[in-house]
């Protein structure tokens, strides 16, 4: 069965956790992500600065050389010394010089016509053929300055530097004219000697300018390392790229990250703590809201001793299956179920043990109905099914057996046997079919139809049921009306004969309605009526007023009157017994009342109390229709009776059936064993009083010798004894 809505509390709360929850890892999200943008914003910022700083150190490089060679190449004495190939003095002059002053590592110096006439390499002279291996780089920037000079200058000779890969490092060219400052000692522009400086840019050159231009630490190299190392490429004068600045960039930005991230972090993980803190008291406070909610609807929809749904939940199921269009072709059935003798176990076992009974019936019931059905505890000792299984009668009816004789075998409650059986009022719906209360209304005509006739059975409804229940309720107002009017219910007795010489030694009263329109009804159609509406009392008082005035005529005379259970479960009843016996001066001990099984089976205590009562006073109890019960002579041994009234059913098959004969010999036998008189109702055959006084029979009651009589006739009859068996009263 579903359950209805029990879900959407808790996904309310989950909506709003969910929600916070969203909102703060998105705030953290978005927060976290605006830092580190910023970040490398600012990385990029520090990373175009450092660039740009290189950048001008390169270009400064550049002109620095140039200055470098300055302080010889333009100079008279480092040209007459050209001229005059003083070795000497260059190698003190220049190569020295430009090594030691201006850490350049190599000069070279070449003669008007480009043939190297000297060469020095880490401050030391070499031989001019060391020219060779920057000869390729140096040419055309030699053919170039040449080009310049020849254009002519002014002061300051034109001098070209450049990056370039010398010896397979980078390094920093620079060519210059050897020029007199003077003037004395000219050469053709163009032919100037040309002094060549190379500055390798390695590690102490490096060292150098990252002291100098306060760069990040760095290399120059011709193949950038693959390390995350921010490059800066090397461009010469041609733009081509001829080596690369790596170094390791200062990013402010990701400083000022890992100073404050673990400060913003664990101040948002702190947040974040107090965030969940809430949340998690929030879900709980909710979460403990949310179970208060269910199980209060639980309880307004369970019944808390089965755990099955309760009415309420079973009306709201059956109203859903009837409302459902999908149910036009699967039509409910309804099983209503009510427990037989439940009372009789609440009584003498006690309420745990009734609670332990209803608990035991819940659990079997469970294991028959399937779980598509809806089962119920609809209140007391009735449950209630519906069958949504598209199931015809005959299935239906097989479960219906299934229950009763499940609910048949005996139950272990507390040490103790208890025996109970169900009966089952069944209404198959029809399409048209969709009004629970008419439906319901249906099963409960069934279920008294099943109770009525007989107990432990299940009775499908047929309209014909709602016919009788109509006439039922028009006869219960008419016998309503007949109480009040008086003339037409009186009181009709059967007189009872003995054993020898047919004298008649007691009479049964029999309650007679003569309706104005109907005609004569039996009592068997309107004694029911009466006990199913509360007026059996009403009626019960008729007869027993009528039958104890004409009793106190007749002292000796037993005088038996018919109790429905209703008159004997209420506790005034044996007062008002002694009131009417009073009233009319009939002495108890001709009184006899006819109690039936059914009244020991339902009301055991009940009944036994009433009964102990009335044969202290010296009241006779009979047990009418005898063995149509189940446990007869066990009630025997129980309740002290003084008669048993055998049912006509076994006296009328006397002489057809040997099974009778031998039942009917069995019972008097052992009610005499007990002390206990025989009666013999409906006799109708000599044959069946001559086996029946044979078999030993006390009194005899039946048409063979009078039918009920009305009081006159009946007083008529006490004053002229006639004898049997030839005493014959039409
Ligand atoms: P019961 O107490 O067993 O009464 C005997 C019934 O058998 C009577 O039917 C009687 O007319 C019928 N009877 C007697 N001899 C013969 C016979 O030889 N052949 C046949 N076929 N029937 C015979 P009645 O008067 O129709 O009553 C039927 C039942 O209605 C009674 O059965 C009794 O249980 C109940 N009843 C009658 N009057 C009262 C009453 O005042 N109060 C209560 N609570 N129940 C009553
Ligand atoms: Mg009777
Ligand atoms: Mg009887």
């Known amino acids: 069965m579903q359950s209805t809505g029990i879900r959407s509390g808790s996904s309310f709360s989950l909506v709003v956790l969910g929600s916070v929850l969203v909102v703060f890892v998105a705030t953290a999200a978005l927060l976290g992500f605006f830092v580190f943008w910023s970040g490398a914003q600012v990385d990029k910022v520090g990373i175009d600065r450092q660039a740009t700083r290189i950048i001008s150190s390169l270009s400064q490089q550049l002109r620095q050389i140039a200055k470098d060679q300055e302080s010889v190449g333009v100079w008279d004495n480092t040209l007459s010394a050209i001229s005059?190939?003083?070795?000497?003095?260059?190698?003190?002059?220049?190569?020295?010089?430009?090594?030691?002053?201006?850490?350049?590592?190599?000069?070279?110096?070449?003669?008007?016509?480009?043939?190297?006439?000297?060469?020095?390499?880490?401050?030391?002279?070499?031989?001019s053929s060391a020219y060779d291996d920057v000869a390729p780089v140096v040419a055309p920037m030699v053919a170039e300055l040449r080009a310049r000079t020849r254009l002519g200058y002014l002061d300051i000779p034109p001098s070209i530097a450049d990056f370039a890969v010398v010896g397979g490092a980078p390094a920093i060219v620079g060519v210059f004219p050897v020029v007199s400052a003077n003037g004395e000692d000219e050469r053709r522009p163009g032919e100037e000697p040309i002094l060549v400086s190379v500055v390798k840019l390695d590690l102490r050159y490096e060292l150098g300018i990252i002291d100098r231009y306060m760069l990040e630490a760095g290399r120059f190299t011709i193949n950038p390392s693959d390390t995350g190392l921010s490059v800066f490429p090397v461009t010469n004068r041609y733009g081509r790229i001829v080596a690369f600045y790596e170094?390791?960039?200062?990013?402010?930005?990701?400083?000022?990250?890992?100073?404050?991230?673990?400060?913003?972090?664990?101040?948002?993980?702190?947040?974040?703590?107090?965030?969940?803190?809430?949340?998690?008291?929030?879900?709980?406070?909710?979460?403990?809201?949310?179970n208060k909610r269910i199980d209060a609807e639980r309880q307004a929809t369970e019944d808390p001793l089965t755990h099955l749904p309760n009415r309420l939940m079973f009306e709201q199921q059956f109203d859903r299956i009837l409302r459902d269009p999908d149910t036009t072709r699967e039509l409910p059935a309804l099983l209503m179920l009510d427990l037989d003798r439940f009372k009789q176990v609440n009584d003498t076992l006690g309420h745990h043990a009734g609670d332990d009974l209803i608990r035991a019936v819940g659990d079997r019931l469970r294991h028959i109905v399937g779980p598509d059905e809806i089962l119920a505890r609809l209140g007391g000792d009735e449950f209630?099914?519906?069958?949504?299984?598209?199931?015809?009668?005959?299935?239906?009816?097989?479960?219906?057996r299934s229950i009763i004789e499940a609910i048949g075998r005996p139950f272990r409650i507390g040490g103790n046997e208890a025996f109970v059986g169900v009966s089952i009022g069944v209404v198959m719906a029809r399409p048209q079919d969709r009004n629970r209360h008419e439906l319901t209304r249906r099963a409960d005509i069934a279920l008294y139809e099943a109770k009525s006739s007989g107990r432990n059975r299940a009775a499908v409804y047929v309209e014909s049921m709602n016919e009788l229940v109509q006439t039922r309720h028009s006869m219960e107002a008419e016998l309503r009306e007949a109480l009040k009017v008086g003339d037409q219910l009186w009181v009709a007795f059967q007189p009872l004969?003995?054993?020898?010489?047919?004298?008649?030694?007691?009479?049964?009263?029999?309650?007679?309605?003569?309706?104005?329109?109907?005609g004569p009804i039996a009592p068997m159609d309107f004694v029911p009526i009466a006990e199913g509406s509360g007026l059996i009392e009403a009626l019960g008082d008729v007869v027993l007023r009528r039958a104890c005035q004409i009793g106190a005529r007749w002292p000796g005379l037993t005088m038996a009157v018919n109790i429905s259970p209703a008159q004997l479960r209420n506790p005034t009843f044996t007062e008002r017994i002694f009131a009417v016996l009073q009233e009319t001066g009939m002495r108890p001990q001709d009184l006899e009342i006819e109690i039936t099984e059914s009244i020991l089976l339902d009301d055991e205590l009940v009944a036994f109390d009433a009964i102990r009562a009335f044969r202290r006073a010296g009241i006779k109890i009979a047990l009418d229709d005898f063995g149509t019960g189940y446990s007869s002579l066990n009630y025997l041994k129980r309740y002290p009776v003084d008669r048993i009234k055998i049912d006509r059913s076994f006296i009328s098959q006397l002489s057809t059936a040997a099974a009778s004969v031998a039942i009917v010999q069995a019972l008097v036998t052992l009610a005499h064993a007990l002390d206990i008189e025989v009666t013999a109702e409906g006799v109708e055959t000599d044959e069946q009083f001559r086996i029946l006084a044979s078999m030993g029979c006390n009194t005899f009651q039946g048409f063979l010798f009078s039918k009920p009589l009305e009081a006159p006739a009946l007083e008529r009859l006490l004053d002229v004894p006639t004898p049997l068996p030839a005493a014959r009263v039409a």
Request: one cysteine or more; charged letters at 20%; glycine letters at 8%.
């Open 84 to 127: 005059h190939r003083d070795f000497t003095w260059l190698n003190h002059n220049v190569a020295r010089q430009m090594s030691s002053y201006f850490q350049h590592d190599a000069s070279y110096i070449l003669e008007g016509d480009d043939t190297p006439i000297f060469a020095a390499q880490a401050g030391r002279r070499v031989a």
């Open 247 to 290: 170094w390791q960039p200062y990013l402010p930005g990701t400083e000022l990250l890992a100073q404050t991230v673990p400060a913003f972090a664990s101040g948002f993980g702190v947040l974040g703590l107090v965030v969940a803190l809430l949340l998690h008291r929030l879900w709980r406070s909710s979460r403990a809201l949310e």
């Open 384 to 400: 209630g099914i519906l069958c949504i299984n598209d199931l015809n009668e005959p299935e239906v009816m097989a479960m219906c």
């Open 497 to 518: 004969f003995g054993r020898r010489d047919g004298e008649i030694v007691g009479a049964e009263a029999l309650v007679r309605w003569t309706h104005p329109r109907r």
